[in-house]
């Protein structure tokens, strides 16, 4: 019995597809493989099947929560993905506050997210989201401050002048 149970937890996908018969004392035990459970996981594998606590809804509308999920979801790595860019470290919060800060900056990289990719649909369709922040990385401005003899300090600013790579994303 417990070398059963060491079984199940091993291998718990393979032990659903599996009939065990455990009989009272004595007896051997048998098995036998379930085709019908089996041709079913055939048919599934492969597939996602989401599960919703949205009862009574259209699938359609589902399906389209479910796409902004993995959309948000990929702001969010993308965020964390690229915060060499930013300069930062990985942040852990133990405040409420400062969870919903986080969150929020996460929901504002998906609306970045979705506007960039709504700006680049007409001019540069096949761009993704991370070859963009590559092209803008090496974007660089510098102030250069002439000291006047009267204590002014004029600041002249200076940027990178962008390739051909860099105009194709147009101006936010």
Known sequence: ??????????????????????PSRGAPFSYALNRNKL??????EGRYLPRANLCGQDPA???QFYIQLTEIEAAF?????N?????LRPIYHRLERRIEAHI??????????VALR?????PADGLTLPAVLDKFAVIQMLDVRFPATDGRMPILRRYTE???GQKIVPAM
Request: glycine share 6%.
């Open 118 to 122: 709504a700006r680049l649909k007409p």
């Open 104 to 113: 929020f900056v996460a929901f504002l990289a998906y609306c970045l997210r």
């Open 83 to 87: 915060l060499g860019y930013l300069g």
């Open 61 to 63: 509308k589902l399906r």
């Open 1 to 22: 019995m417990v070398k059963l149970g060491a079984a199940r937890a091993e291998a718990p996908a393979a032990w659903r597809l599996i009939d065990v018969n455990v």
């Open 77 to 81: 790595k993308t965020l964390k993905d």
């Open 162 to 164: 962008l390739n051909a």
């Open 39 to 44: 041709r079913q996981a055939r048919r599934r």
